[in-house]
Nanobody, 125 residues
Framework: QVQLVESGGGLVQVGGSLNLSCTASGRTFSRYAMGWFRQAPGKEREFVAAICGGGIMIHFSDYVKGRFTVSRDNAKNTVYLQMNALKPEDAAVYFC??????????????????WGRGTQVTVSS
């Protein structure tokens, strides 16, 4: 069982930045591919970014490519989502997710095994 806790959300102005963190319980964090998803009110949960267990393979949605970066520190059991140049449409609850996977595999669909409770990101214009 893996427990995920997101943090770092908040209120930011258009064009601003936020750095989200997601910390996992357990001792085998490097065996898990990690993903970030978001869900705005009235919308379906959508893929944002994913990173493989070793941090080598990374994938972003077209909506955030060039503005967001994703990284992980396996020694700290933590994955990060650095969000820059935020837009009003980036406002959502952001979730991290984990799925055990081979070292260089990432997942863009929401078929993850474990999910955090989410952290709210609000972008004011």
């Amino acid at each position: 069982q893996v427990q995920l806790v997101e943090s770092g959300g908040g209120l930011v102005q258009v064009g601003g930045s936020l750095n989200l963190s997601c910390t996992a319980s357990g001792r085998t964090f490097s065996r898990y591919a990690m993903g970030w998803f978001r869900q705005a009110p009235g919308k379906e949960r959508e893929f944002v970014a994913a990173i493989c267990g070793g941090g080598i393979m990374i994938h972003f949605s077209d909506y955030v490519k060039g503005r967001f970066t994703v990284s992980r520190d396996n020694a700290k059991n933590t994955v990060y989502l650095q969000m820059n140049a935020l837009k009003p449409e980036d406002a959502a609850v952001y979730f991290c997710a984990a799925k055990m996977a081979p070292p260089r595999v990432v997942f863009t669909s929401p078929n993850y095994d474990y999910w955090g409770r989410g952290t709210q990101v609000t972008v004011s214009s």
